[in-house]
Nanobody
Framework: QVQLVESGGGLVQPGGSLRLSCAAS????????MGWYRQAPGKERELVAV???????NYADSVKGRFTISRDNAKNTVFLQMNSLKPEDTAVYYC?????????WGKGTLVTVSS
């Protein structure tokens, strides 16, 4: 079992920045991939960025050049640095971990980009 807790969401103006954190606990040794997904109102959940245990990353085209995913293995935490935020980035952001062939999700943190 893996437990994930997200933090760092909030209200930010267009062009601003936020840093999301996802702390993992439990069977963390088995985690191979961690990532961030988001779901805007009325839309399906979509991939934002993922990072493997070896540090390889992948991003959605819509966030490339603006968002950066990173992980601190010592603290069992993955981060999402979000810069140049746009209103269309407004969504609930979820952390996901893949471990032992099972997907684990956090409860999400709301990011609202508005003036």
């Amino acid at each position: 079992q893996v437990q994930l807790v997200e933090s760092g969401g909030g209200l930010v103006q267009p062009g601003g920045s936020l840093r999301l954190s996802c702390a993992a606990s439990g069977s963390i040794f088995s985690i191979v991939v961690m990532g961030w997904y988001r779901q805007a109102p009325g839309k399906e959940r979509e991939l934002v960025a993922v990072i493997t245990s070896r540090g390889r990353t992948n991003y959605a085209d819509s966030v490339k050049g603006r968002f950066t995913i990173s992980r601190d293995n010592a603290k069992n935490t993955v981060f999402l640095q979000m810069n140049s935020l746009k209103p269309e980035d407004t969504a609930v952001y979820y952390c996901k971990a893949t471990a032992g062939g099972i997907y684990y999700w956090g409860k999400g943190t709301l990011v609202t980009v508005s003036s």
